[in-house]
């Protein structure tokens, strides 16, 4: 339609406007995009799957849980029933990311189903809050191998077919990086994953940011009501102080939503980016409103 336009305020003018806004929209938009999601059985990155399958993805779920854990809901296959019916399409893919060939295998299937890789998330991880002596070396390396390793090699699988694809984002589910002794002090070896996955997302950003490939990270302000806070970080009484996981979902649906080639090398709060996006009432986001908000451990 360039170069079309026969006079100010003509018909055809007004054709160019609008195909213009519809080819921002298809490019911006969530559907028949293919995402790449790591641990998303449960928790935050099924709700995130769901978010944006609600507008009509393509949701790869690549995790370790086929058959049903007995203190935990969900797998990949009761995920992937749960995308379908909000709405987007779905491939469930065993992975454990920390085995490289398992990687590449999930993401030549993501590949071979839906043509290409749009979008990777990297939600997988692992968390114990064991301080230096109380942590077995087990469980140090199952840590750093997940959520260091695990984010490195997902990424760099996903990097050729981001390359193709509309929009590309990475995101990683880490906090921003503060050398503060404080928030080593607890529980170093944890603390030591995240941070090293924060710094291949900003790795990434730098690496691939002139190729229009963006990579932020995100973290919630607040603890989320997900079974590690259940689990691990004080049951009922933190949940109740928690937020849903639909804020980070929202949260990240807007990121995911801002052009890649400018919009890179972020740390990401989820409520400074809805913030950002015109919310001032998170009131819908709390799991007990009565209750005051427990802030996030890295915040």
Not at 19 to 31: A, Q
Not at 48 to 74: S, Y
Not at 163 to 177: A, D, E, M, W, Y
Request: aromatic content about 8%; hydrophobic content about 45%.
């Amino acid at each position: 339609m360039m170069g079309l336009r026969p006079s100010a305020g003509g018909a055809l003018c007004w054709a160019e406007t609008l195909f213009n806004k519809s080819s921002i929209y298809l490019y911006m938009s969530f559907r028949n995009k293919t995402i790449f999601i790591t641990g998303a059985s449960r928790g935050i990155g099924k709700e995130i799957a769901l978010k944006l399958a609600a507008e009509g993805a393509r949701i790869v779920i690549a995790a370790k849980t086929a058959v049903p854990h007995p203190k935990l809901d969900g797998t990949i296959y009761t995920a992937a029933e749960e995308i379908v019916k909000a709405g987007g399409e779905s491939l469930a893919v065993v992975c454990d990311i920390r085995d490289e060939a398992q990687i590449g295998k999930a993401v030549e299937a993501a590949v071979a189903r839906f043509g290409g890789i749009d979008i990777l998330i990297n939600n997988a991880s692992a968390i114990n809050l064991s301080k230096v002596e109380q942590t077995e070396s087990k469980r140090f390396d199952l840590m750093q191998q997940i959520n260091v390793r695990g984010t490195f090699l997902v990424s760099k699988a996903c990097i050729p077919f981001l390359r193709k694809g509309v929009n590309p984002h990475i995101l990683t589910l880490s906090p921003p990086v503060n050398m503060d002794p404080r928030w080593l002090g607890g529980h170093v070896a944890y603390t030591l994953s995240k941070y090293g996955m924060s710094m291949v997302a900003m790795g990434l950003a730098a690496e691939f940011r002139p190729e229009g490939i963006a990579s932020n990270t995100l973290w919630p302000q607040t603890t989320i009501a997900t079974a590690a806070v259940q689990n691990l970080l004080g049951g009922d009484i933190i949940t109740s102080r928690s937020r849903k996981p639909a804020i980070v979902a929202d949260a990240a649906y807007a990121i995911l939503s801002r052009p890649s080639g400018e919009c890179s090398g972020h740390h990401f709060i989820d409520e400074e980016v809805l913030r950002e996006e015109g919310t001032s009432d998170f009131s819908k986001y709390a799991v007990d409103g009565t209750q005051p908000l427990m802030k996030d451990l890295f915040l």
